[in-house]
């Protein structure tokens, strides 16, 4: 049994859009949603009462670096993740999967799990499916996540295969592996950037059958035309009574093509890390805040932005201090980053509200036309 449901309450008809809404025993969420990534139990440079504020309804912890430090079962001791680090609100763990993938030279993949060496100290550990599962189970997660193997992009048809195969196995082994009620598991679907892999990846998947669906294995070095494909082909092949979840898609031109081929979850650690490299998203594009033009600049971030950072500092201020390396800089980038990315998550919802992502969708690709030429980000202004 699980306390975590799904009830779509809107369809967009002019695009594949879905205004949805996820339950859980921490909360409920407004689907479309963005998940702040808070890796090893915080969002970098936020307090969690500060996460919140800024609208965010779920997010996204990390088993890999958890299990690693300070381990699963200091964290379950202490009450679990939600209590460890004083987040109220529901909390998806992603299985390690991909942490592991990125290892690359540190780790050997088996039948019976990964092998791995410790990127801090070097150890070796092992993790396979019922290990993935045990630790989520332990950490008090309210999504959990299947382990799966993320390959490389590009990557041969055969490897492609043999993946994808066993990524289904594992998935069948998480799904027998759950001890705990209460919590949602979600199958992941592999299979590279190849149509067929990709379609009999969602049939096994959905077969073994899970509370939700995630699409593994992009943003990985493919090009925009490559992950959309995926996204079209896989999405409407999925059950549409569940939660569909892209994982690690988070430039925000890509959450709306994505929210237009059907999906409802999101999660990328690019808002808080650009924010810690001095780079902020505007409606106007990217802001580098480093830059001299921005020294005398009395005016915010982006005057559209009802963010704290926005309401109250400079971009001269803000580029003082990030040029002083000092702490505070980062904070307020980090506010206004998350906040700009959960505003963008907001307009798109109310667009499916409306039934205009089409428009939507139509307005962002002219933008995005007319800023390449520029070498920036394209605008992502939702406003008229």
Not at 22 to 45: C, N, S, Y
Not at 236 to 256: C, E, F, K, S
Request: net charge neutral; with cysteine; proline share 5%.
């Amino acid at each position: 049994m699980t306390d975590v449901s799904f009830e779509v309450l809107r369809k967009d008809p002019s695009t594949g859009a879905r205004l949805g809404l996820l339950k859980t025993a921490h909360g409920d969420v407004e689907t479309p949603a963005f998940m702040p990534v808070g890796t090893q139990g915080t969002v970098k440079g936020l307090l969690p009462e500060t996460v919140r504020e800024l609208g965010a309804g779920m997010i996204l912890a990390n088993t890999y670096h958890l299990y690693l430090r300070p381990g699963h079962r200091l964290i379950e001791s202490l009450g679990g993740l939600h209590r460890f680090m004083n987040w109220k609100g529901p909390i998806l763990t992603d299985s390690g999967g991909f942490q592991v993938y990125s290892l690359s030279r540190l780790r050997k993949i088996e039948e019976a799990g990964v092998t791995f060496q410790s990127h801090i100290d070097g150890s070796r550990h092992f993790l396979g499916p019922e290990e993935a599962v045990e630790i989520q189970e332990s950490l008090g997660s309210d999504i959990m996540m299947c382990f799966d193997e993320c390959i490389p992009h590009p990557a041969g048809y055969a490897y492609a295969e043999q993946s994808m195969e066993r990524t289904l196995r594992w998935a069948e082994r998480c799904r027998n592996a759950r001890r705990k009620d209460g919590r949602a598991l979600f199958g992941i679907v592999q299979g590279g950037m190849y149509p067929d892999l990709r379609m009999r990846s969602v049939e096994g998947t959905v077969k073994t059958g899970f509370d939700g669906y995630a699409l593994g294995g992009l943003s990985v070095g493919e090009t925009k035309e490559e992950m959309f494909g995926v996204v079209e082909l896989a999405a409407p092949l999925l059950p549409a009574d569940r939660p569909r979840y892209v994982m690690g898609v988070g430039m925000p031109g890509d959450i709306l093509e994505c929210v237009c081929r059907g999906i409802d979850l999101f999660d990328c650690v690019l808002p808080t890390r650009t924010a810690r490299n001095g780079m902020l998203f505007t409606n106007s594009g990217k802001l580098v805040i480093k830059h001299a033009q921005y020294r005398t600049d009395e005016t915010p971030v982006d005057p559209s932005c009802d963010c704290y950072t926005c309401r109250h500092y400079s971009r001269a201020y803000l580029r003082h201090l990030y040029l002083s390396r000092e702490i505070l800089a980062l904070v307020l980038n980090t506010i206004h980053n998350v906040r700009y990315y959960l505003r963008f998550i907001e307009s798109i919802r109310e667009a499916v509200r409306n039934g205009r992502t089409g428009d939507l969708l139509k307005k962002f690709r002219e933008n995005q036309a007319a800023s390449d030429s520029r070498e920036e980000p394209p605008s992502t202004s939702w406003e008229e």
